[in-house]
């Protein structure tokens, strides 16, 4: 964990934390901003490194807020959706259930009802079971689902981010055993358009991520020879990088068109106008779009440490970290316009810890180390955390509110609110 105060990012200007230490004035600490601008601009820098026409999919885990649903809707991305929350999510940005490809293990009967009803017709299936699940809800409407077989392929061994797939997994359908058979897929109220595969995530070396989507290709065309039946959709995933709330950039992809273009052609000759590749991406769309700002509201010592307690912990952010799935979180302090100088460093480093306000030692934004120390009413920024930040934490946690959310564009605000959990009666 770093905890140093750090000089800012480069793209990070007084006006940018100007505009945060406003927002807040105006809906309080703690609040995340999301910069639509941000969403715009890394939809337009992934798909100028994807193949000429292929779909790209917005992954929905990331980050469900609607309006950057609906930034992505604008800049041409479609939903992939694993829940009816998402649905809802996704309807509210305006797309149509038909433009969605839901997938995910453990979709119950109701679950599929639901967005069969709403028009999805495009589902990945995780195995002839949940296929079969998919088919009995399809019939029962009287429609035909178009389902993905998710397939746990033997990958290319890439080192490199989070594997999916590859080894025991309860995603997709293993073929280290032999490639499935035609007959145990066909299925009445489905028609097997094609193949899903997420060999892994967070991969920020290109050379690892070619090597994982080529062999994903490969696969595609031994199922296709092997059926006899030609793959309309090929989602080869994604795994496209972000920093996670530390400061930095984006990885740039840009060598990766050619010679995913290149592979298409090679393994799957005449590909084009009979089958649409498509790619999936939740954290490199959104991930830098968004900041979490939040107060110092103690700073206190304990045995040599000093505790800078904020109003914000793993309750709005940071929650997946207790799964082991995330890395060090990192907060900044705001420079707004008009402020001179870099805060805190006129007092001598000290050992400095950022909690959050939950009564557990676990909530820990960054761990004491060598550093400035914070002031009591300061505001700090964690940066880049516009994906994976509000809905993947513990927000019932302590039963404190859900941090405000607001959107801008341009400097200006576009939605503003909050997230709030409830308890229904039953009837
Ligand atoms: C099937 C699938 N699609 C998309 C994603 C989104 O991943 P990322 O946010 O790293 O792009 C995940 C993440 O685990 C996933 O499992």
Redesign the pocket.
């Known amino acids: 964990m770093r905890t140093d105060h750090p000089s800012p990012a480069p793209d990070r200007t007084a006006e940018q934390d100007g505009l945060a230490a406003e927002l807040v004035g105006r809906y309080g600490s703690p609040l995340y901003v999301y910069d639509l601008d941000r969403v715009t601009r890394a939809a337009a820098d992934l798909r100028a490194a994807l193949p000429e026409h292929a779909r790209l999919y917005y ?1 929905l ?2 980050n469900p807020h609607p309006e950057l649903v609906r930034a992505l809707r604008l800049a041409g991305c479609s939903p ?1 959706i694993c829940s009816t929350g998402e649905l809802a999510a996704a309807l509210e940005a305006g797309f149509a259930g038909a433009d969605c490809l839901y ?1 995910g293990p453990g979709k119950t009967a109701g679950e599929l009802r639901e967005a069969l009803a709403a028009g999805v017709r495009t589902f990945s299936v995780e195995s002839p079971a949940d296929l079969r699940r998919v088919g009995a809800e399809a019939r029962a409407l009287g429609v035909t689902a178009r389902c993905l077989l998710r397939i746990n392929g033997t990958g290319a061994g890439a080192g490199v981010g989070l594997r ?1 797939t590859g080894g025991p997994s309860q995603f997709g359908h293993d073929i280290t055993d032999g490639l499935p058979d035609i007959a145990e897929l066909t299925v009445d109220g489905t028609e097997l358009c094609g193949l899903h595969f ?1 060999p892994l ?2 991969a920020s070396d290109p050379q690892g991520l070619l090597a994982e989507a080529v062999a994903s290709i490969r696969t595609a065309a031994a199922l296709e020879a092997h059926w006899g039946v030609p793959l309309q959709l090929l989602d080869l ?4 990088a972000c920093p996670y709330a530390a400061p930095g950039e984006r990885p740039r992809y840009d060598g990766l068109r050619e010679p995913l273009t290149a592979a298409l052609n090679e393994h799957l000759p005449g590909w084009r106008g009979r089958l649409e590749p498509a790619f ?5 769309l959104v991930g830098d779009s968004g900041r979490l700002i939040c107060t110092v509201t103690e700073v206190k010592e304990s045995r040599g440490t000093t505790y800078g307690v904020l109003d914000s912990g793993i309750n709005h952010l940071g929650g997946l970290s207790g799964v082991g799935r995330l890395p060090s979180l990192r907060a900044e302090p705001l420079r707004p316009a008009g402020t001179t100088g870099s805060p805190g460093t006129a007092a001598p480093p000290r050992r400095v810890a950022l909690v959050g306000p939950l009564c557990t030692p676990a909530d820990v934004i960054s761990r004491a180390a060598e550093t400035t120390p914070p002031r009591a009413g300061e505001l700090l920024a964690v940066p880049n955390v516009g ?1 994976y930040g509000a809905t993947a934490s513990l927000l019932g946690f302590l039963s404190r509110p859900a941090p405000a959310e607001i959107t801008v564009r341009d400097g200006r605000v576009v939605s503003a609110d909050r997230l709030v959990l409830g308890r229904r009666p039953l009837h």
Do not use: I
Request: hydrophobic fraction near 25%; aromatic fraction near 16%.
């Open positions: 992954s885990k990331a992939e997938g999916m997420f995530t967070n995933g994604g795994g496209f999936e991406s939740g954290r490199y994906a």
